[in-house]
């Protein structure tokens, strides 16, 4: 049996930060530490306001602190597929939390939290809070083992505009600072193994009628959608697939890349520009995901949100 692994789940739910926090807690290998917003999906009130939420839901005590409301220097920009509350307007979920949160801001958080032996961070939302950490005490936050990173699009279209993946357009310039000044392990997961692993309405029909089973169609069917409208069979696992290989490793494919982010051109804003030219001998920074076992993830998946 696999070592539990404590982590902080660093993200801005957002429908598929919802999948992948049912996906870890459900797996019985993850700890969750803390959870830590940043604004992205949706603002950041409502980033957390839904991490809340989904704990109310859900019935568990995990701290939550709530991180930044802006990108380090670009505007904030949001995303409508995942409907006006960020979590597909379920009628499901409580409308709302008392639940309090963490005093201390994210940065303070993760960091202290990263202090006290926490080895492992998944980041699902744009990198804000993680560049931020890493600003406040690098010292402490090179202890990762690991930081997962859902973001990118290396050898793939992008999903907001032909090269760039929403979290990295969101925060380009956090994401190039994490890849390039974060001297730690990082696993990033992008858009070339996501739109692999497509959760379809067929797909979704299987899922148990468990309470996290109830969770994940109440709050799917908007968010589908509008992937529909955009030409795909299903929504893809973006979070979850994240969350998939902090459980196991093994759904996926890595190659190791030296890689950094576009944060300035007018039509390339959050692209990855991989240097793939032998002779320039430049040290990977980050082992990116290439290949997917997309068939045995998704039935991962649905066993485990069946739980």
Excluded at 152 to 158: E, F, I, L, S, T
């Amino acid at each position: 049996m696999p070592d539990l692994r404590r982590i902080i789940f660093d993200c801005d739910p957002g429908v598929d930060d919802a999948l992948a926090l049912v996906l870890a807690l459900n797996s019985g290998l993850v700890e969750m530490a803390g959870i830590t917003t940043v604004s992205g999906n949706v603002s950041v009130s409502k980033t957390t306001r839904n991490a809340c939420r989904l704990l109310d839901y859900l019935g568990l005590d995990v701290p939550i602190a709530r991180g930044a409301g802006r990108p380090l220097k670009v505007k904030p920009r949001h995303a409508s597929v995942h409907g006006t509350d960020g979590l597909g307007d379920s009628r499901l979920l409580p409308a709302d939390s008392s639940r309090k949160v963490e005093r201390e801001g994210a940065t303070d958080f993760i960091v202290r939290t990263v202090e006290s032996g926490v080895r492992t961070i998944v980041a699902t939302g744009p990198l804000t809070n993680i560049a931020l950490a890493f600003q406040e005490d690098c010292n402490v936050m090179n202890r990762l083992d690991e930081l997962i990173i859902m973001g990118g699009a290396v050898r793939a279209p992008g999903n907001v505009d032909s090269l760039s993946e929403f979290n990295f357009h969101s925060d380009p310039d956090a994401a190039d600072y994490v890849l390039q000044s974060a001297s730690v392990p990082k696993v990033l997961v992008p858009l070339d193994v996501t739109h692999k692993v497509l959760l379809t309405p067929a797909d979704l029909s299987e899922i148990g009628d468990s309470r996290s089973g109830r969770l994940v169609k109440s709050i799917v069917g908007r968010y589908q959608k509008g992937y529909a409208d955009s030409g795909l069979a299903g929504s893809p696992l973006h979070d979850p697939l994240a969350m998939g290989f902090c459980i196991d490793a093994t759904f996926l494919k890595l190659q190791p890349m030296y890689l950094r982010v576009e944060t300035s051109g007018a039509y390339t804003r959050g692209a990855c520009v991989p240097e793939e030219r032998p002779w320039m001998h430049k040290r990977a920074n980050v082992r990116v995901a290439t290949g997917v076992d997309s068939r045995r993830f998704l039935e991962y998946f649905k066993k485990t949100a069946s739980r």
